[in-house]
């Protein structure tokens, strides 16, 4: 889609997303480093929102709210949804916090109550533990997640056969929306004369760690 050509090409002015030698936390060499954090300044952000807003559309997911997981999901969840509400589209909004707090109004989750249909926000999906945790809160709600939606999908295996991703579509029953997945980068690496250089060497990664089959 348009919107992902877009985002990656956004991901890689920002320096969001570098090529070169990375080593993952699962210890692999990747060719490709992508850091969500570097969308740090109001025009970037607002943009990586906005594409959120599009993948969100674009997906048409039944949702009634959105909930984003502390930390870097609580400024994604409020500018998504001013992004949604700029496009006649206004949805409540929560996050949680790590510590609860004790006065004031207590608790863990701040924003709208969770009700409904409720639709994660997180960058990426590495171990699962953030929508774990996620799931949890909604449940112990009495909501239901609706899915979840990240930056990029990197379509890699854990420790089995499965993505991260697939891992979370198959434990809680529910879609998983990236803006872009490693598939993008590749077609968008593979029409850029300034990055095609690093072309071959993000392909034969996907051929030693991707997946089998996108699901």
């Not at 890689?12 to 070169?20: A, I, S, T």
């Not at 570097?38 to 970037?44: H, K």
């Not at 533990?129 to 239901?144: K, L, N, P």
């Amino acid at each position: 889609m348009d919107f992902s050509r877009d985002f990656i090409a956004l991901a890689c002015e920002k320096g969001v997303l570098r090529f070169g030698s990375f080593v993952t936390k699962a210890g692999r060499n990747s060719p490709y480093f992508f850091n969500a954090g570097l969308f740090d300044d109001g025009r970037s952000f607002r943009a990586l929102t906005g594409y959120y807003a599009r993948a969100i559309s674009a997906a048409g997911v039944p949702f009634d709210m959105l909930f984003g997981p502390a930390y870097k999901g609580i400024p994604l969840v409020a500018g998504t949804a001013i992004r949604l509400a700029e496009d006649g589209l206004n949805v409540p909004f929560a996050f949680n916090r790590k510590e609860a707090k004790d006065h004031g109004e207590g608790g863990t989750l701040i924003g709208a109550p969770l009700a409904g249909k409720v639709l994660i926000l997180d960058d990426v999906i590495s171990a699962g533990t953030s929508v774990r945790e996620s799931v949890d809160i909604i449940r112990a709600a009495g909501a239901q997640p609706a899915g979840v939606v990240i930056a990029l999908d990197r379509m890699e295996r854990g420790k089995g056969v499965l993505s991260a991703v697939q891992e979370v579509q198959e434990s809680f029953d529910i879609p998983v929306i990236a803006v872009a997945t490693l598939e993008d980068l590749i077609a968008y690496l593979a029409d850029s004369p300034e990055l095609a250089a690093n072309l071959d060497a993000v392909k034969a990664y996907r051929e030693t760690y991707g997946i089998s089959t996108p699901r």
